[in-house]
């Protein structure tokens, strides 16, 4: 299966900067494709993170806290960071946060966790959010992009991003 992706929501197209990232992953699409390898996140991050790091993202290298990218998002007294989240990579910036998911994307809801941690990011304009196309017999791109047209089509929730990109890996 080929790489899939969508911008949402989809009444407009993409940038420059985010066709970039999204290049990142076709390029390296036969090494990190679900339907092939069973990969962890951290594992597909290491395929791409040279491509993402040329076009100047910053990505997590490790688990370790010195490796993680945190993205602030509550200052504090003397603007002291009161609260961050970690993020998998962000773009040099600021204004798009990457985050790679495997199994847990979809089943245990990991997308929405994502979602709402770029939402508090202030910088963050944009979310790419890449998944596996395939996770124990199921579509969790198709699953996660099904969830993703009706948050935007119904409307009732507003976003304060630009948009989400969903990749299937």
Known sequence: MKLRYQLFPRSFGLTEQVREAISCFEK???????HKFNYSSNE???????????????VERSKSKEDKIRVPVLFGLNSKIDKFFDADGISEDLKIVLEVEAGRAYRNNQFLKDV????????????ILAVRNT????????SIFAFLETLYI????????????????
């Open 116 to 127: 709402f941690q770029a939402c508090m990011m202030p910088s963050v304009e944009y979310l």
């Open 44 to 58: 597909v991050l290491e395929i791409v993170r040279l491509d993402l790091e040329k076009i100047k993202f910053t």
């Open 28 to 34: 390296n699409h036969h090494l990190i494709d679900s």
């Open 135 to 142: 996770y124990a017999g199921t579509d969790d791109f198709e």
């Open 154 to 169: 119904n409307g009732r929730l507003q976003l304060p991003l630009k948009g989400i990109v969903l990749i299937g890996y």
